[in-house]
């Protein structure tokens, strides 16, 4: 999605449109389109939690939505090939694969409607994914659902799973003594553990990082760690959450295990530091 004049909102509820023209490509078409109703593959799951399985109800209107401001990067097909996608540096994602970089869910498993909503809602700092917060929730929820046309994925329950539990922060957060130690704790371990691909100063610009590539094979420059804002929220949980869980499709690996727990904590510290988003 792009933000700007690609980001038109609709005030009233989106109609029903007729089917886009696809051209040559129509039998295409119509086989993603299908791919929302083929049958679901039946599992079973604890009591207290269910799958967020495709809502059929809302696949017109969400693809008016998609339309109106997600074809022009993400392209007619999902397929992260749209209008402006060659011009830009970091490519849309592609829908197809069902890989989606930022999740709450365990490596390999899709992401919740929550993780979906947040990043068309929050959009993603440092790329063309602009936010999109004046969209209306139903159209949110709408959108998502379009979303889960393009990969057959989202048919199969074995690829769901609840999302993590994660810790909530130290309280040392609190307080700016004991968090410059933890920052400082979380220096040293940049160091042996990220600086290869983020760079010493964490600008992107470490050894590894021009040889890096995408589960696309495009290339997959390392997030610039000094910019004022993350990717995906600057919150310590938020910083915590993409060590533990790392960005899907992307180099970044999961540090849970590799990390403790009070490391992953330590290193967030830092970041933030890092960022200037902790500053005092």
Same mark, same amino acid.
């Given at each position: 999605?792009?933000?700007?004049?690609?980001?038109?909102?609709?005030?009233?509820?989106?109609?029903?449109?007729?089917?886009?023209?696809?051209?040559?490509?129509?039998?295409?078409?119509?086989?993603?389109?299908?791919?929302?109703?083929?049958?679901?593959?039946?599992?079973?799951?604890?009591?207290?939690?269910?799958?967020?399985?495709?809502?059929?109800?809302?696949?017109?209107?969400?693809?008016?939505?998609?339309?109106?401001?997600?074809?022009?990067?993400?392209?007619?097909?999902?397929?992260?090939?749209?209008?402006?996608?060659?011009?830009?540096?970091?490519?849309?994602?592609?829908?197809?694969?069902?890989?989606?970089?930022?999740?709450?869910?365990?490596?390999?498993?899709?992401?919740?409607?929550? #993780?979906?909503? &947040?990043?068309?809602?929050? =959009?993603?700092? %440092? /790329?063309? !994914?602009?936010? *999109?917060?004046?969209?209306?929730? +139903?159209?949110?929820?709408?959108?998502?659902?379009?979303?889960?046309?393009?990969?057959?994925?989202?048919?199969?329950?074995?690829?769901?799973?609840?999302?993590?539990?994660?810790?909530?922060?130290?309280?040392?957060?609190?307080?700016?003594?004991?968090?410059?130690?933890?920052?400082?704790?979380?220096?040293?371990?940049?160091?042996?553990?990220?600086?290869?691909?983020?760079?010493?100063?964490?600008?992107?610009?470490?050894?590894?990082?021009?040889?890096?590539?995408?589960?696309?094979?495009?290339?997959?420059?390392?997030?610039?760690?000094?910019?004022?804002?993350?990717?995906?929220?600057?919150?310590?949980? #938020?910083?915590? &959450?993409?060590?533990?869980? =790392?960005?899907? %499709? /992307?180099? !970044?690996?999961? *540090?849970?295990?590799?990390?403790? +727990?009070?490391?992953?904590?330590?290193?967030?510290?830092?970041?933030?530091?890092?960022?200037?988003?902790?500053?005092?």
């Amino acid at each position: 999605m792009e933000g700007g004049r690609f980001a038109a909102v609709m005030k009233s509820k989106p109609r029903a449109v007729p089917p886009v023209d696809c051209g040559g490509a129509l039998l295409s078409c119509m086989k993603s389109a299908l791919i929302l109703f083929a049958p679901l593959v039946a599992t079973s799951f604890a009591a207290d939690w269910k799958p967020n399985l495709p809502d059929r109800e809302l696949f017109e209107e969400g693809r008016y939505v998609y339309e109106q401001n997600c074809l022009v990067c993400h392209g007619q097909f999902g397929d992260g090939k749209g209008e402006l996608a060659p011009g830009l540096t970091i490519k849309p994602r592609s829908f197809r694969t069902g890989v989606f970089k930022y999740r709450s869910t365990p490596a390999g498993k899709l992401p919740t409607n929550e #993780d979906l909503k &947040r990043t068309v809602r929050d =959009g993603v700092t %440092g /790329t063309a !994914m602009g936010m *999109f917060t004046n969209i209306r929730q +139903e159209e949110l929820a709408a959108v998502v659902e379009y979303i889960k046309g393009f990969s057959r994925k989202w048919k199969d329950a074995a690829n769901y799973a609840p999302p993590v539990k994660l810790p909530a922060p130290p309280a040392w957060f609190a307080d700016a003594a004991q968090r410059k130690e933890h920052e400082q704790a979380g220096a040293r371990i940049f160091e042996t553990t990220c600086a290869s691909c983020h760079g010493a100063g964490g600008k992107g610009d470490g050894p590894a990082a021009a040889a890096l590539k995408d589960d696309l094979g495009d290339p997959a420059q390392p997030a610039d760690l000094t910019a004022r804002n993350f990717r995906n929220g600057n919150d310590p949980q #938020d910083i915590f &959450r993409v060590l533990a869980l =790392g960005i899907a %499709g /992307t180099p !970044m690996v999961a *540090f849970d295990p590799a990390l403790s +727990e009070a490391q992953r904590w330590d290193l967030a510290a830092y970041l933030r530091r890092l960022s200037g988003v902790s500053a005092d």
